[in-house]
């Protein structure tokens, strides 16, 4: 890290792509010449993210007012997983939005990535506003929604898990150029972007996009839908960019390290299956505590695999139709052509 944004030398020499790192630039060199652009895949992140645009008032809430009214609406079962999921989401996404602009954004250097967490900055900025006008729209108990990171425990340790390795990146005498210092913002990046936004989103996902296929808070679904979408761009920006400083920096990656990071992952899917037991207590809509920790197992191999770690669960994926809804393109009537094809139970394809 170098937080040499303002840095501004006179100089006749010109910028060459050998000159730009994804971290730990030398001093001299400055973090605002996005060309020559380097590192193509941050580029195209940042352009994905801007075809993907969308806006939370945009999506009608109407259906979901009358049916989260109508008493006969959900099961008591139905609306405590809902409301969980709201809580969790409800802070989760502020908790992200701070990591990035506070801790992440500071120590990475290319400015081919800070335009990638530039707009990523803004998405979860429309998260935080998505579940506020999800809320409101429900007339929820906000007292309730956004306290619940605080009070129920099983959310607590998600985001104590995620956020234990923040404050060491906050501190702004961390120094990323030694490799203590490099281990200590990867950990970071792994709680963030794998664990975070790669795990801990995805029981809420799972759980609420299948009420979206019985076309119940239809409105809520579509906006958890597009969330869905962005967080599984920023997820695999976030990996490309935690190989990326690997590639540039090979001796942070060694034995001791990576198997730290196996077990800080291991342990979030733990947190994770915990969570959806206190979600999901007798299960409903065909969803139970198994079928979704063994999605949780899944989900968590596939990161392993991207992070070129040993796989662990080798578990099979019992909902096939959450990678449609991820390539999904921006549909207005997704849910309304699917309702007559929809089957109850969570394992079942579309
Ligand atoms: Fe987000
Ligand atoms: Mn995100």
Redesign the pocket.
């Known amino acids: 890290m170098t937080g040499n944004s303002s840095l501004l030398n006179m100089t006749k020499t010109r910028l060459t792509l050998d000159d730009k790192k994804v971290i730990n630039n030398d001093r001299t060199v400055d973090c605002n010449q996005l060309v020559p652009i380097k590192y193509q895949w941050a580029w195209h992140y940042y352009l994905d993210g801007c075809a993907n645009h969308w806006m939370p008032t945009e999506v009608s809430m109407q259906r979901d007012i009358e049916q989260w009214k109508d008493p006969k609406g959900f099961t008591a079962d139905e609306r405590h997983v809902i409301k969980r999921v709201l809580g969790f989401f409800a802070t989760a996404?502020s908790l992200?939005g701070n990591n990035l602009v506070l801790a992440v954004y500071r120590c990475v250097d290319s400015p081919e990535c800070r335009q990638y967490l530039l707009r990523q900055a803004f998405?979860?900025a429309i998260?935080i506003h998505a579940f506020q006008y999800i809320v409101q729209s429900l007339s929820l108990d906000e007292g309730e929604m956004f306290n619940m990171y605080r009070e129920v425990e099983a959310i607590y340790k998600k985001d104590q898990h995620a956020m234990s390795c923040t404050d060491c990146v906050l501190d702004l005498s961390l120094d990323t150029r030694t490799k203590e210092g490099l281990q200590i913002f990867l950990k970071n990046l792994i709680g963030l972007y794998v664990i975070t936004?790669g795990i801990f989103f995805y029981g809420g996902f799972v759980t609420m996009l299948s009420f979206g296929r019985q076309n119940r808070i239809p409105g809520t679904c579509e906006q958890i839908q597009y969330?869905l979408r962005?967080?599984s761009i920023?997820m695999n920006f976030g990996i490309e960019l935690i190989n990326a400083i690997v590639a540039e920096n090979p001796g942070v990656w060694e034995e001791k390290f990576k198997k730290e990071m196996v077990e800080f992952i291991k342990s979030a899917v733990v947190l994770e299956v915990n969570y959806i037991k206190d979600c999901l207590p007798n299960g409903v809509l065909g969803l139970n505590t198994e079928l979704l920790k063994e999605y949780v197992q899944y989900i968590a191999d596939r990161r392993f695999e991207k992070l070129h770690l040993p796989q662990f669960y080798g578990s099979n994926n019992p909902f096939p139709w959450m990678s449609e809804v991820i390539d999904l393109k921006k549909e207005k009537n997704f849910f309304e052509t699917r309702v007559t094809e929809y089957q109850t139970g969570g394992a079942l394809e579309w």
Do not use: G, K
Request: hydrophobic share 20%.
């Open positions: 996404e992200v998405e979860e998260h936004e969330i962005d967080e920023h």
